[in-house]
């Protein structure tokens, strides 16, 4: 019997409502647990709604935080706290059934894992997925040093495109066979149907569809619009997908009214 231990982000308990990143680590876990000879855990914070979800894995749940905001220390002290008592679940389940593999989907749960693994001595292989595409990105970035000693300990690294995989070859020096390059999946059934022939309509559109936050800076894309209409007055741009940071969205739309263009921005 494979025993496989899913670690959640420690954001938020999930499955998060709408379609976030962080979902994929709960659709994983529900994949893997439908494989014959495979038990899979997977360890996330504490929440009420865990017990009323069919999943074909068993949640695993530590202390939640309850820590509220998007600030940068914020979310750093959220994953620390997350990671401590992450950390101490996966010690207490490998004690009582010695675990096979860790997938990890976030630099300080996986740093805290492989800290723990030398400590303890533990077997476990660790398998760490890299969501965080900042690290390509030119030039030195906090990112860049917080990932790498995670790449160069893991046993497996996945790798969701190509160029991330050829990257992490060419500027971490990572060995090739330690790297899977596996695409993110897309559940269908969370895309709504729409009319093709109404978006042929529409001329010089651009739409953004993601979870509107800060992270995903929809922002600079509406102040690249002022310029664009300036080029294509009839341009309009679409931002759809679920609003996460609502400060950040009126912060948006208020830009777009200062400059005159909310006609040409739209929310769907």
Known sequence: MMNIVQVAVGKYPLPIKG???????????????EIPNCKVS???LKAQFHKGLDTKF???????????????????????????FMSLRLIALNSKNKIDIVHLHNQLPASFVILVKRLFRLKFKIVYTLHNALVTMPGFNINKLLEKPVLKNADMIIAMTPSIKKYLIEQFAIPEHKIAQIYLGIDTGQINKVNNEGIKKIPDSIIYTSRICGRKNQMALVKAMVQVLKQAPGAQCFLTGSIDEKEYFEEIMDFAKERSISASIKYC
């Open 19 to 33: 379609i976030g990143g962080e979902n994929i680590t709960f659709n994983l876990a529900n994949a893997l647990g």
């Open 42 to 44: 997977m360890i996330d």
């Open 58 to 84: 068993k949640f695993e749940e530590v202390f939640n935080h309850n820590l509220k905001g998007e600030l940068s220390i914020i979310h750093a002290l959220r994953l620390a706290l997350y990671s401590c």
